[in-house]
C-alpha cells in the first residue's frame, strides 16, 4: 500500500518555465512534508519543507504547496533550470516520530 | 562538517551470502536511518537508530537488521541474500529535534 503517491515517473520543461511536480498522500495522520532531490551517483539531498498548519512555504525558487484537504502537495520550481534536472521525491511523516514514507520519485528534465 | 560517509560505495555478492554496510553520520547526529532504493518503488524505510537503539522499523523481513555504535556510526547486516535484495541503500542522519535528514551517497548492492 502507498501512502505517497508520485504519479508522474516523469517531466520535461524547458528552461525558464515553471516546473510542477505533485504528490499524493492517503493517510490524513500525516503532517510534515519534506522534497528531496536526488542527482545520479549522489544521496537525496534536502530541498524544502513545510508542516501541516500552512499551506505554502517559499525558498528562493522553490515553492511548495500544501493542500489538507485534498491529500495533496506540490512543489513548484520558477525558473527552471537545466541543473534543476534530478528525481524529486516527496515525503511525509507524522512529527516527531521521524518515520518518513517516501514516494517513487519523478524525473526531471529540464531542456535548454 | 563532514557529510554522511557510507562504506562500501559498490559491491557485489551471490546469492545465499551476507553483507555488512557501514555509515558514518555528521557529526554530532545521533539518529541514523537506513533506506533500500529499487527502481519504481522509492525510497522505503528500514530502521532509524538514536542512541544505539532502534526506534523505528519498517516492513523488511529479520534478514534485515542493523545497529549502532556509542560513536554513533551504525551498520546494517543483511543476511542470506536474494536476487531482489540488489538495490541501493542509503544512510541518513538528522540533528537532534529536527524533521531534516541529511543523506549519504549510497551503497550500491548487486546480489548474483
Known amino acids: 500500500d502507498q501512502q505517497v503517491k508520485q504519479n508522474s515517473p516523469s517531466l520535461s520543461v524547458q528552461e525558464g518555465r515553471i516546473s510542477i511536480l505533485n504528490c499524493d498522500y492517503t493517510n490524513s495522520m500525516f503532517d510534515y512534508f519534506l522534497w528531496y532531490k536526488k542527482y545520479p551517483a549522489e544521496g537525496p539531498t534536502f530541498l524544502i519543507s513545510i508542516s501541516s498548519i500552512k499551506d505554502k512555504n517559499e525558498d528562493g525558487r522553490f515553492t511548495v504547496f500544501l493542500n489538507k484537504s485534498a491529500k495533496h502537495l506540490s512543489l513548484h520550481i520558477v525558473p527552471s533550470q537545466p541543473g534543476d534536472s534530478a528525481v524529486y521525491f516527496c515525503a511525509a511523516s507524522y512529527s516527531g516520530t521521524y518515520k518518513y514514507i517516501f514516494g517513487t520519485g519523478t524525473r526531471l528534465k529540464v531542456l535548454a | 562538517k563532514a557529510g554522511v560517509t557510507q562504506t562500501p560505495r559498490y559491491l557485489i555478492k551471490t546469492r545465499g551470502q551476507q553483507v555488512t554496510l557501514s555509515c558514518s553520520p555528521i557529526?554530532?547526529?545521533?539518529?541514523v536511518s537506513w533506506y533500500q532504493q529499487t527502481p519504481g518503488q522509492g525510497l522505503q524505510f528500514l530502521f532509524e537508530?538514536?542512541?544505539?537503539?532502534?526506534?523505528n522499523k519498517g516492513n523488511f523481513p529479520g534478514r534485515f537488521s542493523g545497529r549502532q555504535f556509542s560513536n554513533s556510526r551504525s551498520e546494517m547486516n543483511v543476511s542470506t541474500l536474494e536476487l531482489g535484495d540488489s538495490a541501493l541503500y542509503l544512510c541518513a542522519s538528522r540533528p537532534d529535534s529536527q524533521e531534516t535528514q541529511y543523506f549519504g551517497p549510497g551503497t550500491r548492492l548487486l546480489v548474483l
Open positions: 537508530y538514536f542512541s544505539e537503539t532502534q526506534r
Open positions: 557529526s554530532g547526529h545521533r539518529s
